[in-house]
């Protein structure tokens, strides 16, 4: 059967995966920079004779046809940079590269792609339909490199009728996935708000306009944005996450600068709360006597699971690992650009367990000591490889 025959070849790849893996975790590449990592699944790729295409300067495209080629077309998404964090993990494949870290799980992800090409390819005249394989830089940093290939055409040539994304998660165990229908992921927003007044002696306050007392009206205002605008039940964050002004005791610094991020998991409200974010900041400004200056960089929208989509993997992931081995995902408030593919075509974003239980403590994403148990590959890319197929005779 095709699936003990994936099986198979997932495992007798899992070696080179892995090494694959960690190669990738060696030479990490900050967000749009990774041009090396580019030519890296490039040079893989024609080493298994696989034909590519490049996009957005460091994204690479895969088609695969099988049999019967224009039955229908999905496509399957890797996420390739990595973050400026300064790696603490005493691991053989620890990052050469100072201050910046696969802490995201991206190398998992791309070496998984790259093993479900492998699998594809060795497979194209037992499976029907065309597969396109996308992997893509910029996930880490605004506009979302999402947002960038779909402008480039990424969902063009053919147009997929679906697309699949995986991220690694570090409460599951290696061996299973999870799955959830409806609204999953946050949309994210980045605030900036520049605080100016004329500052002067601290003994004379009176002289100034305090701009750190009106950075703190404005930190509390903005939390009653949420508490008290906010339907309750509609999951929605607001974090201030950096303050920056003065430098001494006794001065009232000219300007104060904050920075944060805002979630939501409705789009109406998203907006919504836009606009409310800049009358506080227009009325503590009036109020104080300040310069406020607000800019809000547009993020990421939520991320939505097609229901019918996401059912159908559903049932292939429990008929290829078992009932018990695969899950609901949990509702999270983070962000991923993977959104943008979902406003486009029916997506399906799903999780791949990562942690090994004879661990005492498993380390967070984001984190200078995250890291994975690398078996998680095997199942990775032997779980794509198998939705694919599948859902390839059902979209």
């Known amino acids: 059967m095709l699936k003990e025959t994936i099986g198979t070849i997932a495992k007798e790849m899992y070696p080179k995966i892995r090494t694959i893996r960690q190669h990738l975790h060696q030479y990490p590449e900050l967000s749009f920079q990774e041009f090396e990592t580019a030519n890296f699944i490039k040079k893989t790729l024609e080493s298994w004779n696989i034909k590519y295409q490049e996009i957005a300067q460091t994204g690479v495209v895969v088609v695969l046809e099988g049999k019967n080629p224009s039955l229908n077309t999905i496509a399957l998404r890797a996420d390739i940079d990595a973050l400026p964090i300064q790696e603490n993990n005493n691991i053989a494949y620890c990052s050469k590269n100072k201050g910046i870290m696969h802490a995201c799980g991206h190398d998992v992800h791309t070496a998984i792609l790259l093993g479900t090409a492998f699998i594809l390819n060795q497979l194209k005249q037992d499976w029907e339909g065309t597969v396109k394989l996308i992997f893509q830089p910029g996930e880490e940093k605004n506009p979302g490199g ?223 000591v995250f890291n994975v148990d690398e078996s998680s590959i095997e199942t990775g890319m ?8 599948n859902l390839l005779q059902k979209i």
């Not at 053919?158 to 409460?171: F, R, S």
């Not at 899950?327 to 999780?351: H, L, V, W």
């Not at 032997?382 to 197929?389: D, E, G």
Request: net charge negative; charged share 20%; hydrophobic share 40%.
């Open 146 to 368: 999402a947002s960038i290939l779909i402008k480039e055409g990424v969902l063009e040539n053919p147009t997929p009728q679906a697309i699949l994304g995986l991220h690694v998660h570090n409460v599951l165990e290696v061996g299973t996935l999870s799955f959830r229908s409806g609204r999953v992921m946050a949309s994210a927003d980045e605030i900036y708000i520049d605080i100016k007044s004329k500052g002067g002696h601290a003994a004379a306050p009176h002289l100034t306009v305090d701009t750190v007392y009106t950075a703190s009206l404005l930190i509390v205002s903005l939390q009653q944005l949420i508490s008290r605008n906010n339907l309750a039940l509609n999951p929605s964050i607001l974090s201030i996450c950096s303050i920056q002004g003065g430098n001494t005791t006794n001065v009232i610094p000219n300007e104060v600068k904050l920075k944060g991020t805002f979630r939501a998991m409705d789009e109406t409200w998203r907006y919504e709360a836009h606009k409310k974010i800049r009358q506080i900041c227009e009325g503590i400004a009036l109020t104080s006597g300040a310069e406020i200056i607000c800019h809000i960089d547009i993020g990421y929208p939520c991320v939505d699971n097609n229901d019918t989509l996401t059912n159908l993997a559903i049932a292939c992931a429990q008929d290829l690992l078992g009932k018990e081995n695969v899950f609901e995902t949990e509702i999270r408030m983070g962000a991923e650009d993977f959104g943008y593919y979902s406003q486009k075509i029916p997506g399906c974003f799903y999780r791949l367990g990562v942690r090994n239980p004879t661990l005492e403590t498993i380390p967070g994403v984001h984190t200078p």
């Open 382 to 389: 032997k779980a794509m490889s198998y939705l694919a197929i």
